[in-house]
């Protein structure tokens, strides 16, 4: 039995004001996602059975390279968000752990620029 009281057991254990910022972010990209992904799915069941030059056709109309853009960096970033959470939450190791959360930051990151590199790549015809 502990003599302190849980006042002074909780002190030093950190604050919670990121934590509501986190949370906060992966709720909005959450809600832009559910357009975001509507729109993909439409899209790709309208592309079923097409060929590679319409397709390329519909990725260099500027409405579908921006949001198919959005929806490649926006999914990158809420994936982000929510991989890191599982990180904090269950790998104990705090060494282990930033390695982890730093490789999947950039792992992240760096598929978000590739699919963004890529469908600008297609619709400026390169």
């Known amino acids: 039995m502990s003599m302190q009281s849980p006042l002074s057991r909780a002190k030093?254990?950190?604050?919670?004001?990121?934590?509501?910022?986190?949370?906060?972010?992966q709720r909005f990209t959450g809600i832009a996602l559910v357009?975001?992904?509507?729109w993909?799915?439409?899209s790709m069941v309208c592309l079923?059975?097409?060929?590679?030059a319409?397709?390329?056709?519909?990725?260099?109309a500027p409405?579908?390279?921006?949001?198919?853009s959005l929806f490649v960096g926006v999914?990158?970033?809420?994936?982000?968000?929510?991989?890191?959470?599982?990180?904090?939450?269950?790998?104990?190791?705090?060494g282990f752990r930033m390695v982890k959360m730093i490789v999947q930051k950039f792992l992240h990151y760096f598929l978000a620029?590739?699919?963004i590199f890529c469908v600008l790549q297609v619709a400026l015809g390169a």
Do not use: T
Not at 12 to 25: F, I, Q
Not at 35 to 38: A, F, G, N, V
Not at 76 to 94: K, N, W
């Open 63 to 68: 409405v579908n390279a921006v949001s198919l």
């Open 35 to 38: 357009p975001l992904s509507l």
């Open 54 to 60: 319409e397709v390329v056709a519909w990725m260099q």
């Open 113 to 115: 620029a590739l699919g």
């Open 12 to 25: 030093g254990m950190g604050s919670a004001k990121e934590g509501l910022h986190h949370w906060v972010v």
């Open 75 to 94: 999914a990158a970033y809420h994936s982000a968000l929510g991989v890191q959470v599982v990180l904090e939450d269950y790998i104990s190791h705090e």
């Open 40 to 42: 993909f799915m439409w």
């Open 48 to 52: 079923a059975g097409a060929e590679h």
